[in-house]
């Protein structure tokens, strides 16, 4: 499960308690349920707000999440000049070594420095024996921002980063779309994360198996793609939480009975498409002709198809 620190820091007596009962007690949560915690870093600066750095390790000591990144990192975003992404690079790693003991998750970015967060990191005996990395700054890029790194750069650049660190458990921020899972599969990425299901439940979206984004509620004026009849049909069939107690009303819902819907909704088709990917990946080994009927997502069946390509020429 993940949650954000950020969301602690502005609730006071919510952080107090997580800090005094342990965030499992706190949150109800059974142990054998494990905590990632994001430190909330973009969040901030998105707000024009300081990082809480020493409060998010108080935090981190106290509330005992089972994983946590550094405290913060510096993301780097495509437009930025080669400097700005030096100087993002060179305070990211000041951090991953400021606070290399512990279980603390070392951070680096897809940027023009990720062969240089690879040498340092393969440098650092303290940083190379993590049994964690986590790699961030993939999203704007693969949403296409100005100055985007071009896709086949952004393949090489994570199949090049996952040989390096072949042991390593590796976390992507950042994915959370039923096409976007196929690529963390491909490139056995251990653990992802988003709060994607949720964004698109409050706006009053909902994520299809293989498909992806349909406007099921009208809550502002969202672009996207409604709901056609053949889908709704499809949607009555969900075997979701969400779905078999309120149907297909029960997504259309505004307040916060249909976010629930929505967002249990969103996060089954997450969780399905992540267990089906994995099963045609490992078990039925027939993912490459599976994908091609399965996934009809235009923007990333391209990329994938590219990834498998890569994937081939890498192996041989």
């Excluded at 080669?82 to 897809?110: A, S």
């Excluded at 967002?263 to 089906?276: D, F, G, I, K, S």
Aim: charged share 25%; glycine share 8%.
């Amino acid at each position: 499960m993940m949650i954000s620190y950020a969301d602690f820091h502005k609730m006071p007596s919510q952080r107090k308690q997580a800090m005094e009962k342990g965030l499992h007690e706190h949150l109800g949560v059974p142990k054998n349920v494990k905590f990632y915690l994001d430190n909330g870093a973009f969040s901030f600066v998105k707000n024009n707000q300081e990082v809480p750095v020493k409060e998010y390790a108080e935090f981190v000591r106290e509330a005992k999440p089972d994983w946590f990144p550094i405290p913060q990192d510096f993301i780097p975003t495509p437009k930025m000049t080669l400097e700005e992404q030096e100087e993002c690079f060179n305070k990211t790693m000041n951090m991953n070594f400021r606070y290399y003991q512990g279980d603390y998750v070392p951070v680096v970015h897809i940027s023009n420095f990720l062969e240089k967060y690879i040498e340092k990191i393969i440098e650092s005996k303290a940083l190379s024996n993590k049994p964690y990395i986590a790699l961030g700054g993939i999203v704007p890029n693969l949403l296409r921002a100005s100055k985007a790194i071009p896709y086949k750069q952004i393949i090489d650049n994570l199949i090049h980063f996952r040989q390096q660190f072949p042991d390593q458990k590796l976390h992507i921020f950042g994915i959370g779309g039923t096409a976007t899972l196929h690529l963390a599969g491909l490139l056995g990425i251990n653990s992802v994360d988003s709060s994607g299901w949720r964004n698109r439940a409050a706006r009053g979206l909902i994520q299809l198996p293989g498909t992806g984004d349909r406007i099921i509620s009208q809550l502002g004026n969202w672009r996207g793609r409604t709901i056609s009849k053949e889908e709704e049909e499809k949607l009555k069939q969900c075997q979701c939480p969400g779905c078999k107690q309120g149907g297909l009303e029960g997504l259309k819902l505004s307040g916060g009975i249909g976010f629930y819907n929505r967002a249990t909704h969103n996060l089954w088709v997450l969780l399905e498409e992540a267990r089906q990917i994995q099963e045609h990946l490992h078990i039925l080994k027939d993912y490459e002709t599976w994908y091609q009927e399965h996934l009809d997502n235009t923007t990333y069946r391209p990329l994938i198809q590219e990834l498998i390509l890569e994937l081939k020429l890498f192996t041989n």
